[in-house]
């Protein structure tokens, strides 16, 4: 009895008590999936929210966009100043990870690519369509490559921003860091305070100099076409004299030669009427050739003067726009790829389609210690004057390399440190990367390198730039070197430009050295 009865005891218990055991269970279940909700969200970083820096912002020197934190972050001399969520290229269309700058700003930009799609405050970093601009942001990945901001925050720093500066995506979180070492620039405070009135003064010389150049060139042209009519008299009067002077030869061949005495009288009388016409076309000769070898002479001066004077007039151009360029941030990229150092400034220069042509006559051979190991991508930018000269920024996107590492393995030229460096000012860089550059790099960019080792969707999909202008020379005193580019296709195989899709709108402009620009094909790209 005593069993059965406990037995029926805890049949009721449990009878009884089931509700609120499954009561139970549920909350704790729900407090489980609360905590973990709670846990995944304390490990899962904050979305990207736009915030402005608390002090008054200077101009931008550079953008970094990161494609992990789907961010980007201007940044002035004195640190960051403005962030903002973007939304960066999806899957197959990925917005490359590199350096770019910006080379095009367009208000209200429609897409030639994508039907007209609306892509306000376009900051155009690639001709072949990658952009910084205005767009709707999901929250993740979507563009077609390009990267797209918030409206207002794309509006407003359209405003702020100018060509050229440096715009860097990173496949990872980037910042610039203060950094100093012994092979960055360290500008001269005398060469620095000179460098504007040598300018002027070599831009007034090339002025002169081309003045001279043009008068003794027309000087060179009157002379040459007065001597063409005195060359044609003297050519006459040869051949009159060498008529003559050929009679009596066959006069005096005709009287030694003579059989009869009537051969012999007929070739006296000719020998008697051709000895004077020879005198008088020798004399009449020697007398022309007397008075024209003055004047022939003076035309053979002016013609050298005039080639002289053409000479000294690209002597001074060149120096006068060195000069000018100096007054410029200078940028110089070093490729492990090519083992070679390049340098770039703006000419300020306006392109007829937009954007600036760059001055890039400097392509020198570089020596880079264990070329063949991995260096990484590293920029180091001058972001402002201090005691020492400048104050330098690191920004790595590849870390190989540590960014000292890095420049200890290089080994600038001197000829270009002697160059640049006494003249560097705020806004110069130095780029050191195991890419080459990319096929983008054109007269009217600044350096673009993409990292290989990241997607490229939304770059190698898009049509490549066409251009039949030099993109890379050898220092040779020729602004813009003899090396052309053609367009190419994603495999790098070159490709002829396409003649009917000529901008008839760039016929009659010039490059800064006065040689006028073919036409060029005015690239299609959207979003």
């Known amino acids: 009895m005593v069993i059965r009865f406990e037995t029926a005891q805890s049949t009721l218990a449990t009878r009884c008590f089931r509700p609120s055991a499954v009561v139970t269970l549920a909350a704790m279940a729900a407090l489980t999936v609360l905590t973990a909700g709670a846990a995944a969200r304390q490990g899962r970083p904050a979305a990207p929210t736009e915030a402005t820096a608390p002090r008054e912002a200077g101009e931008p020197i550079m953008a970094i966009v990161s494609i992990k934190s789907q961010q980007v972050t201007f940044y002035d001399a004195d640190g960051w100043i403005f962030r903002a969520p973007v939304s960066t290229g999806t899957t197959g269309r990925e917005t490359p990870a590199g350096i770019f700058a910006l080379v095009e700003k367009d208000k209200d930009h429609h897409s030639t690519m994508y039907d007209d799609a609306w892509m306000p405050n376009m900051q155009r970093i690639t001709w072949n369509g990658i952009a910084l601009h205005g ?3 999901p929250g993740y990945a979507a563009s077609h490559g390009c990267v797209r901001m918030p409206y207002d925050f794309a509006e407003k720093m359209f405003d702020k921003t100018s060509i050229g500066m440096r715009v860097i995506i990173s496949p990872n979180d980037a910042a610039p860091v203060d950094f100093t070492h012994p092979a960055l620039f360290a500008p001269k405070a005398e060469a620095l305070a000179a460098a504007p009135a040598r300018a002027e003064k070599l831009s007034l010389e090339a002025a002169d100099a081309a003045r001279t150049a043009e008068e003794t060139k027309v000087a060179a042209a009157s002379a040459a076409r007065d001597t063409a009519a005195l060359n044609a008299s003297l050519r006459k009067l ?12 066959y006069a005096d061949k005709a009287l030694v030669n003579a059989k009869t005495d009537q051969a012999r009288a007929r070739a006296e009388d000719a020998k008697q009427k051709a000895e004077p016409k020879a005198a008088e076309a020798q004399t009449q000769l020697d007398a022309a050739k007397a008075d024209v070898k003055p ?3 003076a035309a053979a001066g002016a013609k050298d003067a005039a080639k002289a004077a053409a000479a000294k007039k690209a002597e001074t151009a060149k120096a006068a726009l060195e000069a000018k360029l100096a007054l410029e941030p200078v940028s110089i990229y070093i490729s492990r790829a090519t083992q070679k150092l390049y340098v770039r400034r ?3 220069k306006a392109w007829a389609d937009g954007g600036e042509v760059f001055d890039f006559s400097i392509e020198v051979p570089v020596t880079i210690r264990n070329p063949d190991q991995r260096i990484g991508t590293h920029i180091f930018t001058a972001m402002a004057r201090n005691d020492s000269g400048l104050r330098w920024s690191a920004v790595t996107i590849d870390d190989s390399d540590s960014a000292k590492d890095a420049l200890d393995r290089i080994t600038i030229p001197q000829d270009i440190l002697d160059r640049v460096a006494p003249t560097a000012m705020p806004r110069s860089s130095i780029v050191i990367s ?3 550059l990319s096929k983008e790099t054109n007269y009217r960019t600044e350096f673009v390198a993409v990292l290989s080792n990241q997607p490229q969707g939304g770059f190698i999909t898009r049509k490549p730039t066409t251009t039949d202008f030099p993109v890379a020379s050898g220092d040779d ?3 813009f070197g003899s090396f052309f580019q053609r367009s190419w296709d994603p495999q790098g195989n070159p490709q002829p430009g396409n003649p009917q899709a000529a ?4 016929r009659g402009q010039r490059y800064p050295d006065g040689r006028p620009y073919p036409p060029q094909a005015q690239p299609g790209w959207g979003w």
């Open 346 to 348: 703006n000419t300020h």
């Open 135 to 137: 767009g709707p942001l």
């Open 295 to 297: 004047k022939l002479d």
């Open 238 to 249: 040869e051949f009159l004299n060498t008529r003559a002077q050929a009679e009596l030869a």
């Open 434 to 436: 195991d890419e080459p």
């Open 477 to 479: 005193g020729n602004l």
């Open 503 to 506: 901008n008839t709108r760039l």
